[in-house]
Nanobody, 118 residues
Framework: VQLQASGGGLVQPGGSLTLSCVAS????????MGWYRQTTDNQRELVAL???????NYADSVKDRFTISIDSPKNTVYLQMNSLKPDDMAVYYC?????????????WGQGTQVTVSS
């Protein structure tokens, strides 16, 4: 399975970025896709997750600023990030989840850097 993420970069505080991620080569049906981020203290935290049926879940820190969406037939997930803050600066990782026969499989992309700085 390959997850190809794109869209990271440098943005000023208050600015916007959109991340996208495409999953390919999946053996099992994907049931959810999402984004996690790893900060400088090496903690990986959930940013947002969405099921293939379109149900989203957000970290409290990004609610009302970030919007996650999915194109399920294309195994593609998007993260629209608005009103970015320096605290949002991190490496963002795309995640895809499959659950064949109730067993959870997690797949990860290579990470894309988001830098928020003036």
């Amino acid at each position: 399975v390959q997850l190809q993420a794109s869209g990271g970069g440098l943005v000023q505080p208050g600015g916007s970025l959109t991340l996208s991620c495409v999953a390919s080569g999946t053996r099992f049906a994907i049931v959810a896709m999402g984004w996690y981020r790893q900060t400088t203290d090496n903690q990986r935290e959930l940013v947002a997750l969405i099921t293939t049926s379109g149900r989203p879940n957000y970290a409290d820190s990004v609610k009302d600023r970030f919007t996650i969406s999915i194109d399920s037939p294309k195994n593609t997930v998007y993260l629209q990030m608005n009103s970015l803050k320096p605290d949002d600066m991190a490496v963002y990782y795309c995640n895809a989840e499959a659950r064949p026969h109730g067993v959870k499989y997690d797949y990860w992309g290579q990470g894309t850097q988001v830098t928020v700085s003036s």
